[in-house]
């Protein structure tokens, strides 16, 4: 599943929000995750992050891509912090290795930490079309190039995977091994992929370079408009603000010394 798939219009309340709400949102939820060091205040992120992709009618394939990708971290994370970070008392021991009470409490807060994170991401890429993406940033005020270089990297995430997978394709049908063999065998094979990708990006990389000079888009030129621009209502002013006041707040408390002993 390609960034560009991951859209799938629904209907739903949340949907109905102006694009610099689902923007400003999941941005919010994702801060909080990394001001917060409890695993239980982590916990209750996720439990609101799963709320969230619900209310948003994210399709459940698309939370299951990206569900993947914490079975690869997660682990990744325990390991390193029970192995590596010691503190408090030890609570058992594999040869060498020791885990104890406080490697096993922050390897548990920072997997629920990018659990929450990397679960938001969703509300993000599919609650909305890129096309609003572009346009939430702008009425943030974020310059018109920054906002044509995101629109460009969701774009072109999808097109290198549709150029390896027609350059594997291709090499396949000429008998190049690819994923079998040993190490020589598939850096062989990983070689014969790259160098053409390689050729095939630096191409429309020139194409690209055209396209952009032509339709005037530079640093010094920020009067580019759309075509729609966002309208929030008042439903979506609260929202904003009530996120932004509660991120504001959870910020300040972090600072006094009963926030550090609470959220940390």
């Given at each position: 599943m390609t960034i560009a798939s991951f859209y799938v219009p629904r209907r739903s309340r949340y949907r109905r929000l102006a694009a610099p709400t689902k923007l400003i949102v999941p941005v919010?939820?994702?801060?909080?995750a990394f001001l917060i060091g409890q695993p239980i205040l982590n916990a209750a992120l996720v439990v609101l992050v799963a709320a969230l992709l619900r209310l948003a009618a994210i399709p459940a394939g698309v939370v299951r891509t990206f569900a993947a990708v914490l079975r690869t971290l997660i682990p990744v994370i325990t390991v390193g912090w029970t192995v590596f970070f010691r503190s408090g008392e030890v609570l058992f021991s594999i040869g060498p290795l020791e885990v104890t009470s406080g490697g096993l409490y922050r390897a548990i807060a920072t997997d629920l930490r990018f659990a929450a994170i990397v679960l938001t991401v969703p509300l993000i890429l599919a609650a909305m079309p890129q096309q609003d993406l572009v346009a939430a940033l702008r009425w943030l005020r974020l310059p018109y190039i920054v906002?044509?270089?995101?629109?460009?990297?969701?774009?072109?995430?999808p097109t290198l995977e549709r150029d390896v997978t027609l350059i594997r394709d291709a090499q396949r049908s000429r008998g190049v091994e690819l994923d079998h063999g040993g190490l020589r065998t598939k850096l062989r094979g990983l070689a014969s992929v790259v160098l053409p990708l390689m050729t095939v990006s630096i191409g429309r990389l020139e194409v690209m370079s055209r396209v952009i000079e032509s339709r005037g888009v530079t640093s010094r030129r920020p009067c580019r408009t759309f075509y729609r621009r966002p309208t929030p209502t008042g439903v979506d002013w609260a929202i904003m603000l009530g996120s932004l006041g509660a991120l504001l707040a959870l910020f300040l408390v972090g600072l006094t010394t009963f926030g550090q002993a609470v959220l940390r």
């Open positions: 919010v939820v994702m801060t909080a906002c044509f270089i995101v629109a460009l990297s969701l774009r072109t995430i």
